[in-house]
């Protein structure tokens, strides 16, 4: 069969490129070189097709091949074009890391003959451009860990009025084995350890984004131990899997760490003849401290021991973990100072008062249904009732005053002086459970709202260890029912450590979700080397209710995914469950993309998508090839989209006014940078992302895109898609200028693509100023909006300027008003992102250039609090009470 000549392979491989098919039109051109060798137009095509790939080091070197055979056959024309072209692939290839020194000091002869054959304006400007990219690399290689680690210290949600962290002590998933699924409501197939190959046994990783009170994690030993046991000996023999436990709350973390050092201290009791009761008081302090609102005094005084005797090693750095367990080194200090408290501060609090707090029946509660409790707990949910706590066991019962008497009296009623005679009792000897009690809380100190209700955590755990056949052998006591649930659950808890023997390792880790799980895939994070920093399956239970859903589990969690099969992440909604339409609605209100589109746009699969279940994404293999992700104009309108609606959010619903419809949009320009930097291992080409962000920078930004004008009181809904369009005219992004400035000269040697801006990380420093209460707006100082809400920037301004009085009226209207027609330049700035700030700090923390808050403060500038959410101002805070922090 002859041959199809080159020119008609050009020719076709023309009509691709022209339909932006350019991995065909590069096949074409690729075989009309073949075909042809001698003539310089095919690779030069070639190059032009792999440079809008994004293939730079392909166009760099097809580049090459063009020039050389100009040298003998010249084409001023093709010349033209390859030196227009050239710069600007070495430059992003030196950038992105596909081009390294080597790849062209042996060619300069080369790049000075095709520059000075073919000089134009805009070839001079890429040439210089990569005259300054290429005399910078050996400082960017140096500094790009320092750049790496700026860039993961920007918080990527604004900040709210109460700074302190709420403390979710008890949880409301069911809990899960997620070796195998991701708890009982788990559609489909579960996930086949068995069948992993050894390989992939030897490395199995998962991660818990908001790891609560552990009962996942713990649940998980089970599971898995069950599963392992099943395994072949070779297969057993590679196994070791790694748990990560997170949670942002140091105070979750020092409770999950007592109650892994109890499980330690059931595992040693195995070794050893030991006192029976001695392990029954273990299990009960397990069980009150879990699960209780207040504890026996026994139990209260061998918990008090366990955090003496932590807190003294943690703080002596003495700590001797068990061998499956690991306490990672940032995490101790918010650890210490929780055990701390609950060593310290709690001496004064009393049962009664606790017990006024603990909101368990549906009397107490208007909101409550009188819940369903099963038949095996009925007895001790009467009991409850009296009492407000869990019956202890049998061999401890006889150390309480009336209890043997009041238990044997039910489920008939018994006398009031028996009940007054055991609440009496209780009210003398028992004490408040220490661990609910919480040390990060801003609020006038007091107890905390334990509003659960106490069956439905031992129904959990009963449902799953009925699902693990735990009660096979072993069945609910009548004469403890709670107890013997959560007694056959560690029983078995300790079981699996013991089958491990030493092929576990949990971890216990404090952070910000997306910040801890970014400094992993920056690897700046403080851990292990040996610690893994992508996993086989992440559970993030409802976390991205308050991490801006989907957005953020796209841009800042699937990439610490293995690219493996049956790797997930999967997570449930809570906080505003019942307003969403469908998993379309759930995802477009935070992304904003459909879910087919938003599985296209970050190259990844949507595999459940329900909001009354459990929703679960996966990644697939990256980058993914241009033509399965979006166009650069869907690309560039959705991130205009995106940087709108982050800096000029919808006005979502008051939460307190509409509790079961609180929608939060967190994300502030470090998100929306976070996500450019993310985009290029997805397979975009660096050159759109650097044209855009050039634009945005320099304030040249031209788009049809218009802010979303209505309220959301049920989110961002689909078919509002068409409300986003509008005349196509410059926006003013000045005032969000400077604090992009500020990011990516932090981040500068970190960004994988070239950027203009000037400054770089000694440029910038950190700022503080006075802030007291007095500074804030009346409807966060008597919380008539969420102050929980992450809503608060700072608008800085110069007094005396057409700008300055619009402030004083702020309101949505006027920061669009500024947008659209460009009022205020040089004159107003808002920051979205700052590092201290709350009512009760007293202080705002934040970042900007030197010479810029110089010259502020020289203009006598002010700056105001300035919430999105109400469009509430503040009081002014003058330039001359800023001072610089010097670390």
């Known amino acids: 069969m002859p041959s199809v000549p080159a020119s008609d392979l050009k020719d076709k491989g023309n009509k691709h490129f022209a339909s932006r098919r350019f991995a065909k039109a590069a096949e074409l051109y690729e075989e009309a070189e073949k075909t042809d060798v001698d003539d310089a137009t095919y690779p030069s095509n070639l190059s032009a097709a792999l440079y809008e790939l994004g293939d730079y080091a392909g166009s760099y070197q097809a580049i090459l091949r063009s020039a050389k055979l100009l ?6 024309k093709l010349a033209a074009k390859l030196s227009s ?22 060619e300069e002869t080369t790049f000075k003959k095709l520059r000075r054959d073919t000089a134009s304006v805009d070839s001079e400007r890429a040439w210089h451009e990569w005259e300054r990219i290429s005399g910078e690399y050996d400082s960017v290689v140096e500094r790009a860990r320092s750049a790496r680690t700026n860039f993961v210290s920007l918080h990527m949600a604004r900040k709210s009025a109460h700074s302190g962290l709420e403390y979710f002590c008890v949880g409301h998933d069911h809990p899960m084995s997620i070796s195998n699924d991701w708890g009982p409501r788990t559609k489909g197939e579960p996930f086949n350890i068995c069948a992993l190959s050894t390989e992939r046994l030897s490395r199995l990783s998962y991660f818990w984004g908001g790891g609560g009170d552990a009962r996942h994690v713990l649940g998980s030993i089970i599971g898995f131990s069950k599963t392992y046991l099943k395994m072949t000996p070779e297969k057993r023999e590679a196994t070791n899997v790694h748990f990560t436990l997170l949670d942002i709350h140091p105070t979750v973390l020092a409770r999950d760490l007592c109650l892994f050092m109890m499980v330690e201290e059931l595992i040693h009791l195995r070794e050893r003849a030991h006192d029976e009761l001695e392990e029954v008081e273990i299990k009960a302090t397990l069980l009150y401290i879990w699960m209780g609102a207040i504890i026996p005094s026994y139990c209260h005084a ?8 932590l807190l003294r090693d943690l703080s002596t750095s003495s700590f001797q973990p068990p061998q499956w367990l690991h306490v990672t080194a940032d995490s101790i200090p918010g650890i210490i100072v929780s055990l701390n408290f609950w060593l310290t501060q709690l001496s004064h609090e009393t049962v009664q008062e606790m017990l006024h707090h603990h909101c368990d029946r549906p009397d107490d509660n208007p909101f409550s249904f009188a819940p369903v409790v099963p038949s095996e707990f009925g007895v001790e949910d009467k009991w409850y009732g009296i009492t407000q706590c869990f019956v202890p066991p049998g061999p401890l019962r006889f150390r309480h005053e009336a209890f043997g008497a009041l238990w044997n009296s039910l489920p008939q009623s018994p006398p009031d002086a028996l009940r007054q005679q055991a609440n009496r009792h209780i009210n003398k000897t028992w004490k408040p459970n220490p661990s609910l009690f919480n040390a990060f809380d801003e609020g006038d100190f007091g107890y905390p709202d334990v509003e659960f209700r106490p069956f439905q955590m031992v129904e959990q755990i009963k449902d799953f260890n009925a699902r693990m056949d735990l009660f096979r052998e072993r069945k609910i006591k009548n004469d403890c029912p709670a107890y013997s649930v959560i007694e056959v659950f560690f029983d078995a808890v300790v079981d699996g450590l013991i089958a491990f023997n030493g092929r576990v390792c949990i971890e216990l880790l404090q952070g910000d979700v997306c910040q801890e799980l970014t400094k992993m895939a920056y690897n700046v994070d403080n851990r292990p080397a040996n610690f893994p920093r992508a996993f086989t399956r992440m559970w993030l239970s409802n976390v991205p209710d308050y991490t801006h859903g989907p957005m953020n589990i796209a841009a800042f969690t699937l990439p610490n995914l293995e690219q493996q099969s049956g790797a997930s992440v999967a997570f449930n909604c809570l906080l505003n469950t019942g307003i969403w339409e469908g998993g379309d609605h759930f995802v477009y209100n935070y992304t904003p ?13 949507v595999i459940a998508n329900n909001t009354w279940d459990d929703m679960e994404f996966s990644t697939k293999s990256l980058p993914r090839p241009l033509s399965e992700l979006a166009t650069r104009q869907e690309l560039i309108a959705w991130l205009t989209r995106v940087l709108i609606i982050t800096i000029l959010p919808p006005r979502p619903p008051n939460p307190t006014v509409v509790l079961r419809g609180r929608i939060r949009y967190p994300n502030n320009l470090a998100a929306f940078f976070g996500l450019l930097m993310r985009l290029r291992a997805i397979g975009y080409p660096t050159h759109w992302l650097s044209e855009y962000l050039n634009d945005i920078i320099t304030d040249k930004l031209v788009t049809d895109i218009v802010p979303y004008y209505d309220d959301v009181p049920n989110g961002i809904h689909p078919s509002t898609q068409e409300q986003w369009q509008g005349p196509c005219r410059k926006v003013n992004l000045d005032p969000w200028q400077v604090e992009l400035e500020t990011m990516v000269a932090l981040s500068y040697e970190a960004i994988p693509f070239p950027t203009t801006v000037s400054r770089r990380q000694e440029d910038i420093g950190t700022y503080e100023a006075p802030l007291s209460p007095n500074e804030f707006g009346p409807a966060t ?6 102050n929980h809400d992450p809503v608060f920037n700072l608008v800085f301004y110069k007094r005396g300027t057409k700008v300055a009085n619009m402030i004083q009226r702020m309101d ?58 109400c469009h509430e101002i503040g009081s002014s805070v003058t330039a001359d009470k800023w001072v610089e922090v010097v670390n």
């Open 71 to 76: 040298s003998t056959n010249p084409n001023p």
């Open 85 to 106: 072209r050239l710069p600007k692939a070495l430059s992003h290839g030196l950038r992105d890391g596909t081009i390294v020194p080597k790849d062209y000091r042996e």
């Open 302 to 309: 061998r918990f008090l021991k366990l955090v003496r005797s």
């Open 593 to 605: 993309l459909k879910s087919k589109d938003f599985a296209r746009f970050f190259g990844c699969r």
């Open 781 to 786: 100082l008597m919380e008539m909006f969420g």
């Open 812 to 869: 949505l209207g006027a920061m669009k008003e500024i947008f659209e027609k460009g009022h205020g330049k040089g004159e107003i700035y808002v920051l979205t992102s700052l590092d201290e700030f709350g009512l009760k700090k007293r202080i705002v923390r934040w970042r900007m250039g030197k010479e810029r808050v110089k010259k502020m403060k020289t203009e006598k500038w002010v700056f105001m609090t300035y919430r999105i959410d």
